[in-house]
């Protein structure tokens, strides 16, 4: 089957067909089958024949045991880790830090009162004195371009 046929809404390509397999960027059937089977994935038949394999092939039984001492170093690393990373007694802190500070509580009025003291009148004067300044530049700017010349 070519690209072109691809495109064209024909079945996908086979695992076969795809660039991978052994040495390619893809796992291959067995090394998909061995990951299943080392995720406790496949069902009882599929078990079997695949432990049939494993005893015909020492190359996936090797597979096998370097992919269960990997597994394991990680799991076994993981854990040591986490018990050496202090995660939980530093969401601890932080939980007992919250807890022995009170929120501050805000006085609204008070606040009110503050804003309105920093709005003065004279404040507000200059702000409109400077719109009426810009009102007027604007104005002079659109009369001069429509004057007659």
Known sequence: MSAGDREHGAAPPSFDEVEGGAGGALPSPDELALFAY?????????TARFEAKLRADPRLAGELRAATALTDFVRDDAAR??????????????????????APVVDMAAAREQRRARRSPAG???WVAAALSA????????DRQHAPA
Do not use: N
């Not at 986490?82 to 009170?102: G, K, Q, T």
């Not at 009102?135 to 659109?142: K, S």
């Open 38 to 46: 080392l995720d406790g994935e496949l069902d009882a038949d599929a």
């Open 135 to 142: 009102a007027a530049a604007v104005a002079l700017f659109l």
């Open 124 to 126: 507000v004067a200059l």
């Open 81 to 102: 880790v986490y018990a050496s990373s202090r995660v939980d007694a530093i969401a601890d802190d932080v939980l007992a830090a919250l807890a022995d500070a009170p």
